[in-house]
C-alpha cells in the first residue's frame, strides 16, 4: 500500500448553477477552501492531481491547461486525470497514490465540472457511447441506467416504488447539507411518484440535478499529519476497477466491478463485514436504483437483497449504517466533482467536521465513484485511527 | 441598475468519420448483402460475441477466425422507453430500445423495438429483426426487432 496517508483539508463549493463565477474561479474556490480548512497555503502544495469529466460538457478541451493556476499549479506537477464519472474518485486516488509512492509529501486532489454552461449535458453524455454501435439510440446518462434499472426490477422483483423512496430519503437527507442543490422542504413519497416518467423506469424524481460545482482534497504523508491536524481522515483501502461494456455475460444489475472495488480496499482495510463495521457510506448514486444496486456491489448484503436492506431502514440517517447523509449525486450532480464529494464527505465524517450531516462517532466511512456505462468503481475508505 | 455583462455564447463543430475495421467492415457487408448476422468464438471461454471482435475482453484471448451465422432472433433482457428529447438527440422520442440476447449467443446487442406497444413490451419476451429494405451497411440495416411472430 506504500507509505500511511490522511486525508488534513476538504473544500467543496456549492452545488448550483453558478452564474456568478467562472470556471476558474470555481476551481479556485474549492482549493481556497480546502487549504483553510487545514491552514496550509499553496506554497505548501508540492503537486496537483487534477481532475475534469469530458471535455464535451463545457466545449474546452484540455481544461488543465486552463485552471493550473487556478488550482495554484503555477511551476508545479499537474496530473490531469479523466474517467467520466468516477473522475473525482481517480484524481483522489491519484493524490494519493502521489503521496504514498513517496514522490510526495502534500498534494491537492481537485476536480469539477460547470454543467450549466452546455445546453444540455445530455449532448455530451450523448458522446461516450461507442460511436458505431449504442450511440444511435441513447438519451445521455439516462437511458443506460433505465435498462440497468429495469433489469433490477424484473430479475429480483421490485415494484416501481422502490426506487421512489430512495429518492425521497436522499432528498431528506440533503435538507442538512449546505452544499446540496436539490432541497426541497417537506419532500415526500407522493412529491416525487408525481413527477413525468422521462425514461422508463425512471421518473424525473428518480434522477439528478444538473450542477457546477469543484471539490478539493489535501493529502499528506504520515510524518506531516500531526503538524497539520489533529482531526485527519487516514486512507485505509482504495480501489478502481473498470471492465467493458460488452463482454460475455454482463449483467446490467450485477455490478461485478463494484464488488472487485469493495473487495480489494476492504482487505486493504481489514474490514471483514461492512455491514457491521462501516459507520457511513456515500454512494454514487445519480439514479435513484443505484442506491439499491450499489448496496450489493459493496457487500452489504447478497445480488438481489438491495431493497430488502433498504426497507430496514438501516441505511437510513436513523439506521445502523446511514448511507449519504449528503444526500448523494440524488441532490448535487456536477459529474466531475460528483465522485471526489463523495470521497470527500467520507473523510469528513470520520474527522467529524460534517455539520448537521454528521453521523455521531463516526469512525470508518466509504465513499464510492460511478461512471461509464455502469462499468468504472472507485472507492476510499477512511478512518478516524491510523 | 448599472449594466451586466455575464457570459458570452460559442458553438464548437466538429466533424467526423469512424474507421470500422476489419470485424465490422465484414459484419456490415454482410448485413447489407446477405441480411445475416455473425458472432465470432473466444478460443479460451468459447463464448460467442457479437458483432465480432478480434480480442475477447475478459479473457484478452484471440477470437477463432472462423465466423458462426447466428439468429436474428432472441429474448429481450433489458428495455426502456424514452420519453426524454434534448438537442442533439439522434432519435426523436418517444421510441423504445433494449438489449437483446440473440440465440446462440452470450453478450447482448442493442437496438430499437418497433411494431409494439410500449406497455406490451417485457423483459425477457421473444423478439426478431425487422430488415430494412434499403441497407447501407450500418446497425440500422436492421430497423428495429419485433415481438416474434408465433
Known amino acids: 500500500m506504500g507509505r500511511r496517508v490522511a486525508v488534513v483539508g476538504v473544500g467543496m463549493t456549492e452545488n448550483k448553477s453558478h452564474w456568478d463565477c467562472s470556471m476558474p474561479a470555481l476551481y479556485r474556490l474549492a482549493v481556497t477552501r480546502a487549504l483553510a480548512d487545514c491552514g496550509l497555503t499553496h506554497r505548501d502544495i508540492q503537486a496537483i492531481s487534477f481532475g475534469h469529466s469530458p471535455e464535451y460538457f463545457e466545449g474546452i478541451n484540455h481544461p488543465e491547461k486552463w485552471l493550473a493556476e487556478a488550482c495554484g499549479g503555477y511551476l508545479k506537477p499537474v496530473f490531469r486525470i479523466h474517467t467520466g464519472g468516477t473522475v473525482g474518485g481517480s484524481a483522489a486516488i491519484g493524490g494519493y497514490y502521489l503521496v504514498a509512492s513517496g514522490m510526495f509529501d502534500v498534494v491537492m486532489a481537485v476536480s469539477g465540472n460547470k454543467l450549466n454552461e452546455t445546453a444540455s449535458a445530455q449532448i455530451g453524455l450523448g458522446t461516450v457511447y461507442d460511436p458505431i454501435i449504442g450511440r444511435q439510440f441513447n438519451t445521455g446518462a439516462p437511458s443506460a441506467v433505465a435498462l440497468q434499472s429495469l433489469r433490477y426490477m424484473s430479475k429480483y422483483g421490485y415494484d416501481e416504488d422502490y426506487g421512489i423512496r430512495a429518492a425521497v430519503q436522499n432528498r431528506q437527507n440533503a435538507m442538512n447539507n449546505p452544499y446540496a442543490q436539490l432541497k426541497i422542504p417537506g419532500y415526500n413519497f407522493e412529491m416525487a411518484k408525481s413527477t413525468p416518467m422521462l425514461c422508463y423506469p425512471l421518473r424525473l424524481a428518480d434522477m439528478c440535478p444538473t450542477s457546477d460545482a469543484a471539490c478539493a482534497m489535501i493529502f499528506v504523508a504520515e510524518d506531516r499529519v500531526k503538524k497539520i491536524t489533529d482531526r485527519p481522515a487516514w486512507v485505509k483501502g482504495t480501489a478502481a476497477v473498470s471492465a467493458g461494456v460488452y463482454y460475455a455475460d454482463r449483467d446490467w444489475a450485477v455490478p461485478i466491478e463494484l464488488r472487485k472495488a469493495a473487495e480489494i480496499a476492504y482487505k486493504q482495510a481489514g474490514i471483514k463485514d461492512p455491514l457491521k463495521e462501516l459507520d457511513v457510506i456515500e454512494l454514487y448514486n445519480a439514479f435513484s436504483w443505484q442506491e439499491l444496486v450499489w448496496y450489493e456491489g459493496i457487500k452489504l448484503c447478497d445480488w438481489g437483497e438491495g431493497g430488502r436492506l433498504f426497507d430496514k431502514g438501516i441505511t437510513a440517517m436513523t439506521g445502523s449504517l446511514p448511507s449519504n447523509p449528503s444526500g448523494g449525486v440524488l441532490c448535487a450532480n456536477s459529474i466531475g466533482a460528483a465522485a471526489m464529494f463523495r470521497k470527500a464527505e467520507a473523510a469528513l465524517q470520520v474527522m467529524g467536521k460534517a455539520g448537521a450531516r454528521q453521523v455521531q462517532g463516526a469512525k470508518l466511512s466509504l465513499g464510492h465513484g460511478w461512471g461509464g456505462a455502469i462499468q468504472f468503481h472507485t472507492i476510499m475508505i477512511f478512518g478516524s485511527e491510523k | ?150
Not at chain 2, 433482457?77 to 422520442?93: C, I, M, R
Not at chain 2, 423478439?127 to 419485433?146: H, S
Open chain 2, 1 to 150: 441598475m448599472s449594466e451586466i455583462i455575464k457570459s458570452v455564447k460559442r458553438t464548437n463543430y466538429v466533424p467526423y468519420r469512424w474507421v470500422y475495421g476489419r470485424d465490422l467492415s465484414r459484419f456490415f457487408l454482410e448485413t447489407k448483402n446477405h441480411k445475416k448476422l455473425y458472432g465470432v468464438r473466444c478460443t479460451k471461454c468459447k463464448k460467442v460475441l457479437v458483432p465480432p471482435v478480434e480480442v475477447c475482453g475478459v479473457c484478452f484471448a484471440p477470437t477463432d477466425k472462423q465466423w458462426i451465422p447466428v439468429s436474428d432472433h432472441g429474448v429481450l433482457n433489458t428495455y426502456t422507453v424514452v420519453n426524454l428529447s434534448f438537442p442533439g438527440q439522434p432519435t426523436n422520442p418517444p421510441y423504445a430500445y433494449g438489449l437483446v440476447q440473440l440465440d446462440g449467443t452470450d453478450n447482448l446487442f442493442s437496438h430499437l423495438l418497433g411494431e409494439v406497444k410500449f406497455e406490451k413490451i417485457k423483459p425477457n419476451m421473444r423478439v426478431q429483426a425487422v430488415w430494412n429494405p434499403e441497407p447501407k451497411g450500418d446497425l440500422f440495416d436492421i430497423k428495429y426487432f419485433k415481438p416474434e411472430e408465433k
